[in-house]
């Protein structure tokens, strides 16, 4: 079909010689033809790969389709199965180094690694000579589609350009039609515009014009002899296209479904012109046919080492459950090797449907609660492990469910259920103590100690997870291992911190070493998070912002995310409260849990100082999620939080803080102790000794303490306790804008008859801090948010917040009102 009315669109593509162009439009709207029209008129290397429309679609199709034809080195890394940070970094250096054009067709069917390939590719684009083409179908896109998480993401990037399809106009239908087609006008009503049904509608121009593109193929299809139709037939159960050697048709019934225009013929392949071509045609098939099309479809694709997620599928619509069974699990741990868990947990439902009660079955169940952990399905986890334990204990494999049961008991915790997740790890110990020692042993001892490093109980996790690194050693694999260093590593930054690097830095080796991205990042977590709660800030942010680049390279958004959460953490603990708000600003706040509680914490806290609004709201929310949990970890900061903003208020604090001051005290953590005691509404007397060592000394030794471990706030409070240097607390308090505290000050200083110090500017007599001053100067010269921002060198949503919490305090209703009201009150 001629292209008509698509030269705006070759000319913007055209325009774009590198980054990402997001070409979108309904089915049969031209996006194919547009982008084949573009490529054949670059003059570049065209690199191309499309997602088919399996029901569980293959991990990588479109980067393994490139590699067929391009070869290269992203063939051989594709071929030599590296891990996937090398996949997508060979595809980027061959697009970027050969100033190739890739494209890749329909990610709606898209797998979850392709959609990774896509999210890693399109952020980088940029800056490599190649150039980006995706290919969708909008009108397939609806909320909570994988894909819109990838579109999302790539909205603001400006190296990324959008292009929507449009219908063709009536005029251009006439002209397709030609002077002695049919009614050009009502043609134009019932296609809609849509190229592909005009097209199908001109080749029956006998009949009226169908009302559906089923219509309207299936009447091209009837043309055919009955030798053509079985062709057909045959082809359509090949989703994107089909090889000629497998399709049982006579030669000339292929080139006469080629000559009506319905099969496409590519060297040894065949396809229809479109993917609606060939659903209408498969959906027309009688079911036994289908079945029997399908059946013969497998055994060719087996003799030719096809995918096994194509060979499931077509195993599973021709009733093999034989071959289900043997193709399904295999096309699931490919899935799972390029991290596309999604469709390794569709592979293993499959496979599920045509288990056998048993060690199949408890196999299977395992591996799939497995894939639902990592995809974040805690229940569903928690769920398929459960009945998988009871198809291991129904054929007394005993190794396998002590295994499971410590396995299981992640699930657990992960769901909230602490107390049962201990209680499932205990007896996954009791089982396997009653065999000789090996794998199960080793895995019950390695989730002991992480169970007990996540609880803060630390002289248990290091005991506990020596025996793990040694059996580990000895009956795990490196997966173990590393597990097992990173929980008696984590320990030890409480116990000895030289132990906890030297341990967590070596199964960051090992991690690397066997190309286990997420265990490496997961480490490297918490030799930052580690070294963090216990206030060495510089080994602390060094680590945490290794962690974030080592996991926006992955894309592994999860760790990245609890790395930012973190190192707003510390930046918030050492009085940089705008970069810390500014930080966790460039985000949404976190879904997981753990990540969740970093951040509302922080912010809650941050509020609670400044004297903002939504204090109570972060903490609160903050600390329901941490009992959920349970671990010190989680509760310390929220419950110092919360207890911190009530006394800021005037309300006694002690409740808040009494039973998880308690429970540090059990557990030794010294800085948890020495927080929330000092949080009592009566401050222990003597402080214990378990309590970190700044908190132990006297108000001006303590002071110094803070100040060289470089916490502002912390030091201003030990000086206020000092009568003596209650005007060097308030300083620092001002100069931080804790206008809360800073009032606190001031009240002890009337109350023991002290003249009231010259306020500083900081000290802003309608409560704003010295941020929102500045704020409200900027304001007052009419300047926008993103202005603003990018004056203060902030973000623009921390701009808003600043602005916001500037009406609240002022009793503006506009910014407008609040510029009056400062250059009237002489604000400025």
Request: charged residues 25%.
């Amino acid at each position: 079909m001629e292209l008509l009315e698509r030269e705006d669109e070759l000319r913007a593509l055209g325009a774009r010689p590198h980054g990402v162009v997001l070409v979108a439009g309904e089915a049969g709207i031209g996006k194919t033809s547009l982008v084949r029209e573009f490529c054949a008129g670059s003059g570049r290397p065209v690199l191309w790969g499309a997602c088919d429309a399996l029901r569980t679609p293959s991990p990588l199709g479109p980067l393994r389709d490139m590699a067929r034809t391009a070869g290269g080195e992203l063939a051989r890394v594709l071929a030599a199965e590296g891990p996937r940070h090398a996949l997508f970094s060979a595809f980027l250096d061959q697009v970027g180094a050969g100033e190739a054009v890739a494209v890749v067709e329909d990610p709606h069917w898209a797998d979850e690694a392709t959609l990774d390939l896509l999210m890693f590719a399109g952020r980088r684009m940029a800056g490599t000579g190649g150039l980006l083409l995706v290919t969708y179908r909008d009108d397939e896109v609806g909320p909570g589609h994988p894909l819109l998480a990838v579109l999302g993401a790539l909205a603001t990037d400006r190296a990324v350009r959008r292009l929507r399809l449009p219908p063709l106009s009536a005029a251009a239908v006439a002209a397709l039609a030609g002077p002695s087609g049919p009614d050009a006008t009502r043609l134009h009503g019932r296609t809609g515009g849509n190229p592909f049904f005009v097209t199908e509608s001109l080749a029956d121009p006998g009949q009226p014009v169908p009302a559906t593109v089923r219509d309207a193929v299936l009447a091209r299809a009837a043309r055919l002899d009955a030798a053509g139709r079985e062709a057909l037939e045959a082809v359509a159960v090949f989703p994107g296209h089909a090889l000629l050697a497998m399709v049982e048709a006579e030669p000339a019934a292929v080139d006469a479904c080629a000559a009506a225009g319905v099969l496409v013929v590519e060297g040894a392949r065949l396809r229809f012109r479109h993917e609606l071509a060939r659903l209408a045609v498969e959906e027309g098939i009688a079911p036994a046919r289908r079945a029997l099309l399908h059946a013969r479809a497998l055994a060719g694709l087996s003799e030719h080492g096809a995918d096994p997620a194509r060979l499931a599928y077509h195993a599973e619509e021709a009733g093999d459950g034989a071959a289900v069974l043997r193709y399904a699990p295999a096309a699931a741990e490919a899935a799972v090797a390029v991290s596309a868990h999604r469709q390794a947990a569709d592979h293993l439902e499959r496979a599920l449907r045509f288990a056998s009660p048993g060690a199949e079955r408890a196999e299977l169940l395992e591996r799939y609660a497995e894939v639902c952990a990592r995809l974040d399905r805690s229940d569903a986890a928690v769920e398929a492990s459960g009945l998988a334990l009871a198809h291991w204990r129904a054929v007394d494999e005993r190794e396998r469910a002590a295994s499971l049961m410590a396995q299981r008991s992640q699930y657990l915790w992960f769901s909230g259920e602490t107390s049962a997740a201990h209680e499932s790890v205990r007896a996954a110990l009791d089982l396997a103590g009653t065999l000789p020692p090996g794998p199960a042993l080793a895995t019950a001892t390695t989730w002991s100690a992480f169970l007990l490093m996540l609880a803060r109980a630390v002289p248990e996790a290091i005991e506990t997870g020596a025996e793990a690194i040694a059996l580990a050693e000895r009956f795990g694999g490196p997966a173990l291992l590393v597990r097992a260093l990173n929980a008696v590593g984590t320990a030890e930054w409480f116990h000895d911190p030289v132990l906890a690097e030297e341990h967590l830095t070596r199964g960051l080796e090992l991690a690397r070493r066997h190309g286990r991205d997420a265990d490496a990042g997961a480490v490297m977590l918490n030799l930052g998070s580690g070294a963090g709660e216990i206030r060495r800030y510089a080994d602390a942010e060094r680590w945490l912002l290794r962690t974030a680049a080592w996991c926006a390279e992955r894309d592994l958004d999860g760790h990245r995310r609890y790395a930012g959460a973190w190192l707003a953490r510390c930046l918030f603990e050492r009085g940089e409260w705008d970069r810390a708000e500014s930080l966790l600003a460039e985000e949404e706040v976190p879904e997981s849990p753990p990540a969740r509680i970093v951040t509302l914490t922080v912010l809650g806290r941050i509020r609670a100082r400044r004297g903002e609004p939504g204090a109570a709201e972060a903490l609160d929310e903050a600390w329901e999620l941490a009992v959920r949990t349970g671990d010190l970890q989680r509760l310390w900061p929220a419950a110092a939080g919360r207890a911190e903003l009530a006394r800021l208020n005037g309300r006694p604090s002690g409740d808040l803080a009494a039973e998880t001051y308690g429970l540090a005290l059990r557990l030794r953590h010294g800085w948890a102790i020495g927080e929330l005691g000092r949080l009592l509404d009566e401050r222990p007397d003597p402080v214990p000794e378990t309590a970190a060592p700044p908190y132990r000394e006297a108000p001006a030794a303590e002071a110094w303490a803070w100040a060289e471990i470089g916490c502002p706030y912390e030091e201003a409070t030990a000086l206020a306790e000092d009568d003596d240097r209650l005007g060097e607390a308030l300083r620092l308090f001002e100069r931080l804008g804790a206008r809360p505290a800073a009032d606190l000050v001031l009240a002890r200083m009337r109350a023991l008859g002290r003249r009231r110090p010259r306020r500083s500017t900081l000290a802003h007599p309608r409560g704003l801090t010295a941020r929102e001053s500045d704020v409200l100067a900027l304001l007052a010269e009419g300047l926008r948010n993103a202005e603003i921002a990018e004056r203060l060198h902030i973000s623009e949503k921390t701009a808003g917040h600043h602005v916001s919490a500037i009406l609240a305090k002022l009793g503006a209703a506009t910014r407008r009102d609040a510029a009056r009201i400062a250059l009237d009150g002489g604000l400025l």
